[in-house]
T-cell receptor, first 117, second 109 residues
Framework: DTAVSQTPKYLVTQMGNDKSIKCEQNLGHDTMYWYKQDSKKFLKIMFSYNNKELIINETVPNRFSPKSPDKAHLNLHINSLELGDSAVYFC????????????????FGPGTRLLVL | GQNIDQPTEMTATEGAIVQINCTYQTSGFNGLFWYQQHAGEAPTFLSYNVLDGLEEKGRFSSFLSRSKGYSYLLLKELQMKDSASYLCASMDSNYQLIWGAGTKLIIKP
């Protein structure tokens, strides 16, 4: 069984379009994340979300919005795509972090390779 | 600011030992993670250190010195399948992982 799954795996689209990437986890985790990995391989956190709180990296443009229909899903919607949005987007999940639950591993999805033309 | 530094690339020989260093500066500290990422694949968890010292797990060991803001990942008996990028990440006071750019490890026969 796949723990964290993302669709689509590849996404090629034109500038200005709106697109969504879906993520689902079947691990029963409380917290989900979206990361962007650029061509230099830096993993940058975009959002973390549990049923209590959405934490947004302030550097993320508001064209990006996470949508969570339930605890097992965190989808990423992107409006008005730009060339610089081309990257690999990873979804991840973990148990909720707290003082008593340090070191909880984040499990990553396979990634979505987005190419904006 | 928050910063994670690790070498961009390292080369080692099959069967040998290699040490990948990482220095970190984060707002608060809730532990240091190492992940492995093969080309075109997702990162996978290798180790977690929150106390000073060495944690050994099979061929892989990870070390932490909180006073120095320093960690290393030690890989023994290198195999060709160990060719990958190794990502160091520090968890800050908000429980967010701050990632390094990764060290690309090339294993030669």
């Amino acid at each position: 069984d796949t723990a964290v799954s993302q669709t689509p795996k590849y996404l090629v689209t034109q500038m200005g379009n709106d697109k969504s990437i879906k993520c689902e986890q079947n691990l029963g985790h409380d917290t989900m994340y979206w990361y962007k990995q650029d061509s230099k391989k830096f993993l940058k956190i975009m959002f973390s979300y549990n049923n209590k709180e959405l934490i947004i990296n302030e550097t993320v443009p508001n064209r990006f919005s996470p949508k969570s229909p339930d605890k097992a899903h965190l989808n990423l919607h992107i409006n008005s795509l730009e060339l610089g949005d081309s990257a690999v987007y990873f979804c991840a999940s973990s148990q909720e972090m707290s003082d008593n639950q340090l070191g909880e591993t984040q499990y990553f999805g396979p990634g979505t390779r987005l190419l904006v033309l | 600011g928050q910063n994670i530094d690790q070498p961009t690339e390292m080369t080692a020989t099959e069967g040998a030992i290699v040490q990948i260093n990482c220095t970190y500066q984060t707002s608060g500290f809730n532990g240091l993670f190492w992940y492995q990422q093969h080309a075109g694949e997702a990162p996978t968890f290798l180790s977690y250190n929150v106390l000073d010292g060495l944690e050994e797990k099979g061929r892989f060991s990870s070390f932490l010195s909180r006073s120095k803001g320093y960690s290393y990942l030690l890989l023994k008996e290198l195999q060709m399948k160990d060719s990958a990028s190794y990502l160091c990440a520090s968890m800050d006071s908000n429980y967010q992982l701050i990632w390094g750019a990764g060290t690309k490890l090339i294993i030669k026969p």
